[in-house]
T-cell receptor, first 109, second 110 residues
Framework: GQQVMQIPQYQHVQEGEDFTTYCNSS?????IQWYKQRPGGHPVFLIQ?????EVKKQKRLTFQFGEAKKNSSLHITATQTTDVGTYFC?????????FGAGTILRVKS | DVKVTQSSRYLVKRTGEKVFLECVQD?????MFWYRQDPGLGLRLIYF???????EKGDIPEGYSVSREKKERFSLILESASTNQTSMYLC?????????FGPGTRLTVL
């Protein structure tokens, strides 16, 4: 079946450092979505990318969708303690969404 | 704002019990989903439904069934709970784009 691989599984950064998480699919995606789950909370939708090579920004967060629509990344510039949580990508295969395993981000202040 | 509610935040059951997890959404979404979340495995789709009385198997349907008698309600049923079903269960509903998640039910099967 379809699988979305996400790395790293865990990252611990100093406040102010940058952070990146990557997702990869072996087959072409119709879209990619990103979610954030705060500790003790539930996943909350951040963004959807649909077009090949698309780049979107939300303040310090930059989302990219690869040219082949098989990979994506989320980059956070100058992390803050409020960025802690688990970031999930979710690959769209037609009507179906397949989640990556998530990257847990911890920020040391 | 979309609201997705789940019947319990925490639940403890014994092996072999029948377990019902209820999910209700208030935004008239057609699509509803049940996931389980386990450390290192992310969210895995158990079942989903695109309409009333309609259901489709996700990636890990074994040991589970679902019911969707009304548009706003999607129930997950564990016919005979087992210890390997101890997990966090998340319900979601969606427009064509993003999914909205409920707060989750942490189920422990002893």
């Amino acid at each position: 079946g379809q699988q979305v691989m996400q790395i790293p599984q865990y990252q611990h950064v100093q406040e102010g450092e940058d952070f990146t998480t990557y997702c990869n699919s072996s087959t072409t995606l119709s879209n990619i979505q990103w979610y954030k789950q705060r500790p003790g909370g539930h996943p909350v939708f951040l963004i959807q990318l649909v077009k090949s090579g698309e780049v979107k920004k939300q303040k310090r967060l930059t989302f990219q969708f690869g040219e082949a629509k098989k990979n994506s990344s989320l980059h956070i510039t100058a992390t803050q303690t409020t960025d802690v949580g688990t970031y999930f990508c979710a690959g769209g295969y037609g009507n179906k969404l397949v989640f990556g395993a998530g990257t847990i981000l911890r920020v040391k202040s | 704002d979309v609201k997705v509610t789940q019947s319990s935040r925490y639940l403890v059951k014994r092996t072999g019990e029948k377990v019902f997890l209820e999910c209700v959404q208030d935004m008239d979404h057609e699509n509803m989903f049940w996931y389980r979340q386990d450390p290192g495995l992310g969210l895995r789709l158990i079942y989903f439904s695109y309409d009333v009385k309609m259901k489709e198997k996700g990636d890990i349907p074994e040991g589970y069934s679902v019911s969707r008698e009304k548009k706003e309600r999607f129930s997950l049923i564990l016919e005979s709970a087992s210890t390997n079903q101890t997990s966090m269960y998340l319900c979601a509903s969606s427009r064509p784009k993003e999914q909205f998640f409920g707060p989750g039910t942490r189920l422990t099967v002893l």
